[in-house]
């Protein structure tokens, strides 16, 4: 026991479950965005964008996020000198949360999309029929009852983009949680099994509080129909 | 695609003259836009700040040579495909048993499988493999790497399968197990000779769409020095200095397999539902797992969200839709929940949706059944006169 708390006081611990979360926010708030420009695309009258956005879609879900990842560091960083910032951490940070956006928004986009199928195809032609343009009915009709119907969808996938950011091992940050279990395994092999369940609880504690979260929203907000 | 042009025709009508120009305008102006976007990037692999140019054929022959795929990416693929093959059969294994441990009527098993499916789905993969890989590795196990990686995608892919499982039955008709009550048959014998067979059909599809998760989150062994495709391609590109060029390829070669894998997950619910009374429906890729602690009925919004898009347009009708959208209702009290939401089982036609206006196509099989009957009943008329 007193093992386990010479661990905590050894190792920050909640700075590196932090990383996460602000790696998380951070991804989740630039992917809402460009998941939202790719749907909007998705549903548009020109043809070149749904091309655009679908092709999109289809390669980020089809593509390993760790080899988005090791890309970001080895191909973007190394070969193509991309860079945010002089500061190592601070550039593979923002690394990392630019390939998770890359990835998320995808996810974001289709969970979007099957929000819009969930609204009636009678809400469209009555906003056709009272002659609004596709821009009016798409936000003033279509995307606030689709953005209603999506918040289960949208919360797995922010539920699978926090676990997703402990893949930012392979973009060499190396504060963050996953990382942190490695190094202290390295050098704590006998408590192996207490150091991952404290790292597991961590994220169980972090999850549920979003999955009932989840629940509590989509149950609020769903249109009755 | 045809989905595409679901959507493209529930947000606006056919343009007249002028609003075809302006989209014709608008779709050459973000072409435009696009190529531009493209030879720009072209621009910057060719010429980086202070790199060499990225698109030279010195770069690019070591990734492409025969010796690159004999040596590095195609032993490299094949132990990414046998992780994976062995991982889906083991979460098919795992997910089976503790889909069935929640569903049985004992409390103590379904207790005791929830807190392990969704432990088990909680926990980022890649800990997962951390920690079974130092773990195999301390205690002299050879192969310490692969079995991590193939236990930590069986615990966690197969507690996702529990749960398909799991609301593959919740999705059943009540009928089913009332039926086979009837029948005389404990409610154990109801769940697992009856139900959960069914709920297997109808969870194929999805199981498909597991196994691209799978082979994706096999790259994650790469982080623990497992030389699936992912690695042998960094090993490759780090002997030559071109590990950008080697990547593309791995990417190439991952997007393909996933691409043939997920059009496989389309074409399969034509072929299942004919063996289920649930609905076969084709799962989003990487079907993110729902917490079904606070509620089984995350997984049926998403189904639901699905139901209508593949039956607005002259898809097969669906016998049965799911019952609690958007409400936290236990899978056994449907009934009720669906009541004191407003859909009365009394008054039929306050049950009408949407999509299921296709009412002809569900009057024609009626009535060509009936027609048959009424042919027998004239056959037998006929052997009696």
Known sequence: MNDVLQLFSQYDIPGAFLVNIEL????????????IVLVVMRISPVSSLRTVSAAYVALFQNLPLTIIMVFMVLGAFAQLKLSFS???????????????????????CESLRSGINTVPLGQAEAARALGLSFSESAFQIILPQAFRGSVAP????????????????????????????????EYHANSIVAIFFIFAMGYVILILPIGALTTFLSNKLAVRR | M????????????????????????????????????????????????????????????PALETEAW?????????????????????????????????????????????????????????????????????????EASYWAVVLSLILYNGSVVAELIRSGVGNLPGGQREASLALGLTQTQALMQIEVPQAIYAMLPAAVTQLIVVLKDTALGSIIMYTDLLQESRRLGSMYFNILQTLVVAAVIYFIVCALLS??????PEHMQKRTAATATPVDVEPVAPLAIMDASNVNQIAVAQEVDG????????????????????????????????????HPESQEEVHNREIPNLWKRKSSETDDDAIDQQNHSTEKS
């Open chain 1, 24 to 35: 998380t926010l951070w991804s989740a708030l630039f992917s809402m965005i460009l998941g």
């Open chain 2, 311 to 346: 039956n607005r347009y002259g898809g097969a009708p669906l016998q049965h839709h799911v019952h609690h959208r958007g409400s936290n209702a236990s899978i056994r009290q449907w009934r009720h929940t669906r009541y004191i939401q407003g859909y009365d089982e009394t």
């Open chain 2, 263 to 268: 059009k496989l997950a389309r074409i399969l």
């Open chain 1, 154 to 185: 949208l919360g797995n996938t922010f539920i699978a983009l926090l676990k997703n950011s402990t893949v930012a091992a392979a973009a060499s940050v190396a504060t963050e949680s996953s990382s942190l279990m490695s190094e202290m395994i």
């Open chain 1, 86 to 108: 002089n500061q190592f951490d601070v550039n593979f940070f923002w690394l990392a949360v630019v390939g998770l956006t890359l990835y998320t928004a995808a996810f974001v």
């Open chain 2, 2 to 61: 045809s989905t595409t042009k679901d959507e493209s025709s529930l947000l606006f009508d056919q343009p007249g003259p002028r609003g075809l120009r302006k989209i014709r305008i608008a779709n050459w102006l973000a072409g435009l836009v696009f190529i531009l976007v493209i030879v720009l990037i072209l621009l910057r692999l060719h010429n980086p700040p202070d790199g060499e140019n990225q698109l030279s054929w010195e770069l690019w022959k």
């Open chain 2, 70 to 142: 004999t040596d590095f990416y195609l032993p490299g693929l094949w132990m990414t495909i046998k992780a994976s093959i062995l991982a889906v059969l083991g979460s098919m294994i795992y997910g089976f048993i503790f889909g069935m441990g929640r569903l049985l009527p004992s409390k103590i098993v379904r207790t005791i499988s929830g807190v392990i499916v969704e432990f088990c789905r909680a926990v980022p993969v890649l800990m997962l493999m951390i920690f079974f890989w130092r773990w195999f590795a301390f205690s002299g196990m050879s």
